[in-house]
Structures are given as C-alpha cells and as structure tokens.
C-alpha cells in the first residue's frame, strides 16, 4: 500500500486552475521526484499536501488519513516534515533554537536530545554554529538547518521543495548526498527540484508536470533517457 496517495487532486487559485486532476503515489522508503518547469505546479501541490492550500476537490491520503481534512498544524504530528522552498528559518532565532521549533510536537527530552545528536552528526557545520543567528549562516548552511528542522520532527516522510535552488555546484552535491542518506536511514522523500538531472539521479520513480497535470512518469533511470525529457529538461 502507498504511503501517500494523491487522488484526482485539483487546486484553483480564483478562477485560475492550477492543478489539474492530479493523481500520483509514493511507497515507503522511496525517493520521488517532481520535476517540472516554473509554474507548472510542483510546489502547489507540496503546499496542498501539507494543508497551507486548500484543494477543491480530490484527496489527499497518508498512512489511511486525508489530510484534506486535517488542519495543516497537525499534519507535522503525524509524520510529515515539509522543507519550504526558500528555506524560511527564524533569522532571529539561533541555529541550536531552529532545531527545537522543528521538534514542538514531540514531548520526550531524552528522545529530542536524542535526534539532536542525530542531526549534528549528519550536518557537522550546523553543531559549529549552533549559538549563531540562523540569519547570518550562508545560503547552503540555512538548508541544511531547513533540513536539520526538517527531521527534528522525526518524520516518517520529508517533503522538499528546491532545496539545491541558488546553492553553488559543490553545495548542490553535498545537499543531494544528504538527501541519499536521509532515504538510506529510512525516511521516505517527495522531491521537488527544478535541476532535473540531480533528481532524477538520486530518485526511484519520478512524474514530471506541465501546467498543473502530470504528462509522464516511470522509473528515474529511464527517464533520464527519455528523449523528451532529455530535450526539455535535462539540457540535451
């Protein structure tokens, strides 16, 4: 059984229809990209997952539950972890108080601290400024604090939404290779990126969007061969 199915899902903004009879799943331990051009969709739908868009009609069904109607601040509690495009850390707060907004559902002390440790092993840089304002990191270090938050939560799903966006190509590596091991540690993915060819190489199945509906989808490895695909997002 799926671990998140999205059924005939279908979101307007006014009378604009920006998703159009959406349906998708992905399977636990899987890693499943979204690809796309700008405006075709991708985050919409992440934000329609996670309840800060309503739907207009379809589902949205995670673990047995749909979502659609559950309020978005509960959604967290239930093991989903969105990691928003732009990151959105607290600039204000510090980079160790980050992390524990990340984990306000989960009531154990010793299991927080626990995930902490976690968390500081798989992102060192973030142990080493852990007193500093999250404002004044770098761009690549306030994705991996996006992240770090991301799984404070202890997730049984992560949903991230361009998280290589305007990080230079050695950071791109590095977020993709924690992106690996997040999924080898158990945690299933929903990936929204717009460099394609990362996706597709680190994802098992992939859809890709065109103007709110899904125009392909398969396993990543052949559609990193598709000829379409190669031609209008893999720059070949």
Known sequence: ???LE???????????QAIKDVSFQVNEGEVIALIGANGAGKTTILHTITGLI???TGEVIFEGQDLLKIPAHQIVSLGMAHVPEGRHVFSQLTV??????????????AEIEDTLENVYKRFPR??????????TLSGGEQQMLAMGR?????P???????????????LVEEIFDIIKSISNNGTTVLLV????????????????????????????????????????????
């Open 193 to 236: 990126e717009q460099n394609a060819k990362k996706a597709l190489e680190i994802a098992n199945r992939a859809y890709v969007l065109e103007t709110g509906k899904i125009v392909l989808d398969g396993d990543a490895k052949q559609l990193m061969n598709d000829e379409s695909v190669k031609k209008a997002y893999l720059g070949e």
């Open 54 to 56: 309503p739907a207009k």
């Open 6 to 16: 999205i059924k005939n899902l279908q979101v307007f903004y006014g009378v604009i």
């Open 150 to 154: 991301a799984l404070m939560s202890k």
């Open 126 to 135: 973030l142990k080493e400024r852990k007193n500093q304002y999250a404002g």
């Open 156 to 170: 049984r799903i992560v949903l991230m939404d361009e998280p290589s966006m305007g990080l230079s190509p050695i």
């Open 1 to 3: 059984m799926a671990m």
């Open 96 to 109: 160790y108080e980050n992390l524990l907004m990340g984990a306000y559902t989960r009531k154990d002390k």
